[in-house]
Nanobody
Framework: QVHLSESGGGLVQPGGSLRLSCEVS????????IAWWRQSSGKEREYLGA????????RVEDFVKGRFTISGDKFRNVVYLQMDNLQPEDTAVYYC?????WGQGTQVTVSS
């Protein structure tokens, strides 16, 4: 059974940084992609980017490029989302996804 667990969210001031972690267990051969998404209150879930767990290649969407970076630690089965220069509009619940499996999410609040 695949299980994903996000952590690292919290309250941060505008311009601040956070690093989210997604610990993945129970890999299958069905997918090589671990993705990060977010959902703000009243909005649809939004795709941020992903990492190929076999090769380590990463990509983030243009609207967060330059501020958000995805990386992974294959040995610890952890994927990270480094978020810099956070702004109030980044406030959301952040999720990781592997195949059809989702984590429970971690809340990020950007506010002064």
């Amino acid at each position: 059974q695949v299980h994903l667990s996000e952590s690292g969210g919290g309250l941060v001031q505008p311009g601040g940084s956070l690093r989210l972690s997604c610990e993945v267990s129970g890999y299958t051969d069905r997918s090589d992609v671990i993705a990060w998404w977010r959902q703000s209150s009243g909005k649809e879930r939004e795709y941020l980017g992903a990492i190929l767990k076999s090769a380590g290649n990463t990509r983030v969407e243009d609207f967060v490029k330059g501020r958000f970076t995805i990386s992974g630690d294959k040995f610890r089965n952890v994927v990270y989302l480094q978020m810099d220069n956070l702004q109030p509009e980044d406030t959301a619940v952040y999720y990781c996804r592997y195949g059809t499996f989702w984590g429970q999410g971690t809340q990020v609040t950007v506010s002064s």
